[in-house]
């Protein structure tokens, strides 16, 4: 069971963490802004050359191929490294037009504006609190005793395959799904500052747009190369989304993750807010590569606790982070990226059932 | 019709606003700093007026779209990774401009400022920054009239364009320059000597608050006694700007006939979040002045003056209550720093205004 630590306990932690966060923060600068622009010209360099080579499939089926790995990586990178980090505000300092949360706009179905809402708001808020976390099995995955079983549970093994596969669109609806917008009770207890209208003109129009680009406008002007572009462009959008689910389940859904309840986080310090995150995210060990194409994602832990440090910088920050959950004796996830899916589909599995 | 269509196509094929946008960061590999927004201009040399104020010379790209005098423009430079920007006027004449493509900006280090004197440091000759499309509507319409300009400290810089310009349309004029500064020395003092020489319509009095005191009654009278047949100018701190306008309406001049234009307010020497102040919120015009007793971040004072701004977290992590600062002081109680005073973006749950703050909200 998790280990409740002393109020003078939370309190030190929540010093202790800042600490980290303020001498990390004091460093930014320079280097964060260059490396943001790199990430973004190898992402802009990469779309264009994966739209490019791909129409060339007709010179040898290679260039379609290799148009395709392109695309995913520019689409991976689009949303991992820079859009997730973008809309999270890491970047918001440097004044860029373009690279802030207010404007930044991704290659994914979900509208920004609704996935701050939903992930920066809700997610971050209120981490693996059941009930008021959505993203916590985002409503169609029971992942823990504390929810209800029901029996769609029985083959949501399934759902969780079709989840992943059609992620962008799982992400895109996530909101709606939870006011209600079309189907189902309201619930009373919302209290969303967008209204049902403004959230499908704007699910319709991104929607709209995404699939303008990808299997319409792209595919018309490659002329007779026309079905293998829309064919490399559904492969690139799948292989994102199976990507992009599997390291986020990697983060919040391992096997000793843990769970909260409403009552356990009524009026919580900020050293208990700490905690949870600690609690709630687990970590992916890899290389500096891998962790760039997860966006960092692999260091969930340091993302939950310092949400708007650039993200390159939590690997190193995470030696500091691993010598604090040490000293107060909390449980630090981490593992391999096999070995922590391997406890995702196993909890994904053991859950299915009552 | 067409621009729609781009725009939609942009945000379509691109995520972006425009297409320039997506390329951005590409560009800036072969030109450093090269922005959508902006145009670019070359420093060619910086000039010392005197210890505290120096003018940027620059060559202006040839696309910018020239100016008026009296405008003011945005620069933009990067610091430390951050686009920083400031305002200042325009000091040289659009016939320079028209001539040779080169623009001046007159600027006082500020003591405390982060960026005046930091400018002056580091900006190099040759160095290309980024600067705004001329801005502002404190333009002399008509030469017709006879003119009063009245400046204080750094705010002769339109003025200088405003002089200049006008000698250069050799219409008949009637200008008078009433320029106050407080304890440091005036400013182009030889050269305005030479103009009023030149020219028959211009006279300038140089005063120095210090030994006679601000702006009164009687120094209008003193220095220009048919002041109220003028159309006057003036452009200085707030206080000054305020007293005179004040001083004009009392004299019976029309407020048609008074124009001005603020600068922004000064660095805040002593830095204390307790440091009460206005708080505009533009888009709603309402004011509100914040206390010195208790702090209040921006949020709660938006709040219970009744606006209700988009929020989330409420504690600096969902980025959702960012709003744009325009000018000011803000103290960010998350990463406990005082932000700069130029416009930025802000996270209104966890700012704190010291002082005057302006917020679009
Ligand atoms: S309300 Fe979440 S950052 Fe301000």
Redesign the pocket.
């Known amino acids: 069971m998790i280990n409740k630590l002393s109020k003078q306990q939370y309190k030190q932690l929540a010093i202790d963490l800042d600490v980290i966060r303020d001498e990390t923060s004091s460093h930014i600068g320079k280097r964060d802004a260059n490396y943001i622009r790199r990430i973004i010209r190898i992402q802009r360099s990469a779309e264009i050359l994966g739209r490019i080579t791909m129409v060339m499939g007709f010179i040898h089926p290679l260039f379609w191929l290799l148009g395709v790995v392109s695309l995913s990586l520019s689409k991976i990178l689009d949303n991992m490294e820079i859009g997730h980090n973008v809309l999270h505000?890491q970047y918001d300092w440097m004044n860029d037009a373009n690279i802030n949360s207010r404007h930044f706009e991704w290659d994914i179905a979900c509208d920004a504006g609704s996935w701050k809402r939903i992930h920066?708001?809700e997610h971050h808020?209120y981490t693996n609190i059941i009930g008021k976390d959505r993203d916590f099995g985002y409503g169609l995955l029971r992942l823990s005793d504390d929810i209800k079983w029901r029996k769609k549970n029985l083959w949501q093994f399934i759902t969780y395959i079709n989840l992943s596969l059609f992620f962008e669109w799982g992400i895109a609806y996530h909101e709606m799904a939870a006011e209600r917008v079309f189907i189902g009770q309201k619930k009373n207890n919302r209290s969303s500052q967008v209204t049902d209208a403004e959230l499908k003109s704007n699910f319709f129009g991104k929607a709209t747009r995404q699939i303008f680009k990808d299997y319409i406008f792209f595919p018309l002007i490659s002329g007779p190369m026309m079905l293998p572009v829309i064919a490399g462009n559904f492969i690139a959008n799948i292989i994102r989304n199976l990507w992009t689910a599997t390291i986020i389940f990697c983060g919040h859904f391992t096997e000793d993750v843990h769970t909260f309840s409403e009552e356990e986080c009524k009026n919580e310090s900020r050293g208990q807010w700490y905690h949870r995150q600690m609690l709630g995210s687990s970590n992916l060990s890899g290389s500096r590569w891998f962790h760039i194409l997860t966006g960092h994602l692999s260091c969930q832990i340091e993302h939950h606790l310092f949400p708007a440090i650039p993200a390159h910088r939590y690997v190193d920050m995470s030696i500091k982070v691993m010598e604090i959950a040490k000293k107060y004796d909390i449980p630090y996830n981490t593992g391999s990226f096999f070995k922590q899916y391997a406890t995702v589909l196993k909890r994904v599995y053991r859950f299915s059932f009552p | 019709m067409v621009s729609k269509v781009y725009q939609w196509l942009a945000k379509a094929l691109v995520n972006n606003k425009s297409f320039k946008g997506f390329f951005e960061p590409l560009v800036q590999v072969f030109f450093p700093f090269w922005t959508v927004d902006a145009y670019r201009a070359k420093l060619i040399k910086i000039r010392d007026e005197n210890k505290e104020v120096y003018s940027l010379v620059l060559k202006v790209s040839k696309y910018w779209k020239g100016f008026e005098a009296g405008q003011y423009v945005e620069i933009s430079v990067e610091k430390n990774g951050a686009y920083m920007s400031r305002i200042f006027s325009i000091s040289s004449a659009p016939g320079l401009y028209t001539k040779s493509g080169v623009i001046e900006l007159t600027i006082r280090k500020q003591q405390q400022g982060c960026i005046t004197p930091w400018l002056y440091n580091t900006l190099k000759k040759g160095q290309i920054i980024n600067i705004s499309a001329a801005k502002g509507h404190f333009i002399v319409n008509n030469l017709n009239r006879s003119l009063l300009l009245i400046a204080g400290g750094s705010g002769i810089t339109p003025f200088r364009s405003i002089i200049s310009e006008a000698l250069r349309s050799r219409q008949a004029i009637d200008i008078h320059l009433l320029y106050y500064t407080h304890g440091i020395d005036h400013l182009f003092v030889g050269e305005l000597q030479q103009q009023v020489e030149k020219c028959q319509g211009l006279s300038v009095s140089f005063v120095n608050s210090s030994q006679s005191g601000r702006i009164c009654l009687a120094h209008l009278q003193q220095y220009c006694s048919d002041f109220k047949n003028r159309v006057s100018y003036i452009c200085g701190p707030t206080g000054m700007i305020q007293a005179t306008k004040q001083l004009l309406l009392g004299s019976n001049v029309a407020e048609e006939d008074i124009r001005y234009e603020y600068f922004g307010p000064a660095p805040v020497v002593n830095l204390d979040i307790k440091t009460s102040g206005t708080i505009v919120f533009k888009q709603s015009c309402i004011e509100v002045e914040s206390t010195s007793k208790k702090t209040h971040s921006l949020?709660e004072i938006a709040e219970s003056a009744g606006l209700s701004p988009t929020?989330?977290?409420?504690?600096?992590?969902?980025?959702?209550?960012?709003c744009q600062k325009q000018q000011g002081i803000v103290y960010n109680t998350l990463t406990k720093v005082f932000s700069d005073t130029g416009s930025e973006e802000v996270?209104?749950?966890?700012s704190v205004p010291v002082g005057n703050v302006t917020i679009n909200l």
């Open positions: 505000g920066n708001y808020t | 949020l929020t989330g977290c409420r504690m600096g992590i969902c980025h959702q209550c960012i996270q209104i749950c966890i």
